[in-house]
């Protein structure tokens, strides 16, 4: 069992316990150990701590020979977010990719693969799903990460994610509390605001995160943005009627309630990342997630002297830091005991269902790798939207692949890789590509693309005015050109063949390009 250090007092213990700290490397850092077993309880793990999938087993091996319970956190949604698949792209859709199937069988069956390989890492906390509404179609950082726009739609993918995913094991953590899908502005930058009045938030962004509770999510992620319907002052992270008034006690959520990266602009630039602590845990928050950019023991140690300082001086009462340390530590607990026990849940039998299916025979938590590139495979598959235009002719020969390519969010990150090239030049060998951006988009793509069929790739071409131009350029010039729109759709199908991928996963480029060989 975890040892505490001695000499290792309860308050310091405690304010270790709530922290979900990062670090760098590949193998955990002697700082990291030594914590562990001071009383630190979590870590969080992202794309710079991947290489394999038994690196990150022996990594969480030794997380676990420091302390038996540690819980080990990571952020993987699948689709555009992965932190498992960071260098190839994920092997599963993403929200929106099963929102746009609606299946809720088979959005149970890809969660529950997701966290049958993250178990299979020692990894028991995913900071997923995300059961914002995408009700902003400007929204700079949710998009293809919300199951979609219709609020009873994207509260049962939700709750089916939860149950697919905590049936493996690991423990989902919804987000982001009370909704970040209304927002034209990315928290990593700024603080966001959401003017909708209370009966629209009851009616809307509330509703997806009551399915979550129903279906049993054991935790809960907050949202650095600010509600004034519900708070003028205070972020919801901040803001204890947010977190304890309405999510506690309104709600009836019981459960571990984790904040955003507290990094992030939103708060390190308004309140700094030391007093946004402080009154995080005051307003209910149990766990601090600190560890996307600042991923180092001062980090630590400073978080730790500020949760110390505060309930020494009265700012912070004694008990709710005890009762945030006890939270932690009793989810640790459920990790602990199903992980040891895995569950013999079999995937849902209508996973594979529908046109194009292939994946009848996808197996249940004890397969392979095989079968969890099946069901994702079969999911992306499935979400395809193909919409052939009058000058629809098919591709038999190698294209130019052209891809229009926006700056990524932070949550998606720039070094996963996207598109449809990889796969159709596997497909249709010669096939060439180029990245273009800007304002002279259209024309440098039609002038590198010569003689050859051009496949135009976008994401979210409705938020960029370039892009959209860029489309301009190349149709009127190539009518024969293959659109592939790998982000929200919202404008209407162009193109010879036009096709909707509801998002950038490996397995979604993989899909499209089989759709544009004619395989």
Not at 217 to 232: E, F, G, K, N, Q
Request: proline share 5%.
């Amino acid at each position: 069992m975890t040892t505490i250090a001695s000499g290792t007092d309860t308050l310091t213990r405690d304010a270790l316990a709530v922290l979900q700290p990062g670090f760098t490397g590949t193998s955990a850092p002697s700082w990291l150990l030594r914590r562990l077993g001071e009383g630190l309880a979590s870590v969080g793990l992202f794309g710079r701590n991947i290489a394999t999938p038994a690196q990150v087993a022996a990594l969480t091996a030794q997380l676990r020979a420091e302390r038996d319970d540690v819980l080990v956190a990571i952020d993987e949604e699948g689709g555009d977010v992965t932190r498992l698949e960071v260098r190839t792209g994920s092997s599963f859709p993403g929200n929106h990719a099963l929102g746009a199937v609606d299946d809720t069988a088979l959005t149970e069956a890809v969660a529950h693969e997701l966290g049958r390989r993250l178990a299979a890492c020692g990894v028991n906390l995913n900071w997923a799903p995300s059961a914002d509404i995408n009700s902003n179609v400007d929204n700079p950082v949710i998009g293809v990460r919300s199951f979609g726009a219709d609020t009873s739609l994207v509260a049962r993918h939700t709750a089916a994610y939860v149950s697919g995913l905590q049936s493996a094991g690991v423990a989902a953590c919804t987000k982001h509390f009370p909704g970040h899908g209304d927002t034209a502005v990315d928290s990593h930058h700024a603080m966001p605001r959401i003017d909708a009045e209370l009966p629209v938030l009851e009616s809307r962004e509330l509703v997806p995160f009551r399915a979550a509770i129903e279906a049993g999510t054991r935790a809960v992620m907050s949202a650095h943005i600010l509600v004034p319907a519900l708070d003028p002052v205070h972020p919801a992270t901040l803001s204890r009627r947010i977190l304890t008034g309405l999510l506690r006690e309104e709600l009836g959520y019981d459960g571990l309630i984790v904040t955003d990266g507290m990094e992030m602009q939103a708060i390190s630039a308004t309140y700094g990342i030391e007093r946004g602590s402080v009154l995080a845990i005051a307003a209910g928050a149990d766990a601090i997630c600190v560890g996307g950019g600042l991923s180092d023991e001062p980090t630590v140690l400073r978080l730790r002297d500020a949760l110390v300082a505060a309930v020494r001086s009265g700012d912070l009462p004694e008990e709710r830091l005890a009762d945030a340390a006890a939270r932690v530590r009793a989810l640790a607990a459920w990790t602990a005991s199903t992980q040891s026990t895995p569950s013999t849940r079999p995937t849902p039998a209508s996973a594979g269902s529908g046109a194009g299916s292939a994946a009848g025979s996808v197996a249940g938590p004890e397969a392979g790798s095989a079968a969890g590139t099946d069901v994702g495979l079969v999911a992306a598959r499935r979400a395809l939207t193909v919409t052939r235009g009058a000058h629809f002719t098919p591709v038999t020969e190698a294209p130019y692949v052209a891809a229009l390519t926006p700056v990524a969010n932070i949550a998606v990150g720039d070094e996963t890789p996207w598109g449809v090239a990889a796969e159709l030049r596997r497909m249709l060998p010669g096939t060439e590509t180029g990245s273009f951006t800007g304002e002279r988009a259209g024309a440098e793509a039609l002038a590198a693309a010569g003689s050859r069929r051009v496949v135009a790739v976008v994401r979210d071409a409705h938020r960029h005015t370039w892009m959209a131009e860029a489309l301009d350029i190349l149709l009127a010039a190539r009518p024969d050109t293959v659109v592939v729109e790998m982000g929200v759709p919202q404008s209407p199908p162009r193109g010879a063949l036009h096709i909707a991928t509801h998002g950038a996963a490996r397995v979604c480029g993989l899909a499209a390009a089989e759709a544009i060989a004619g395989a």
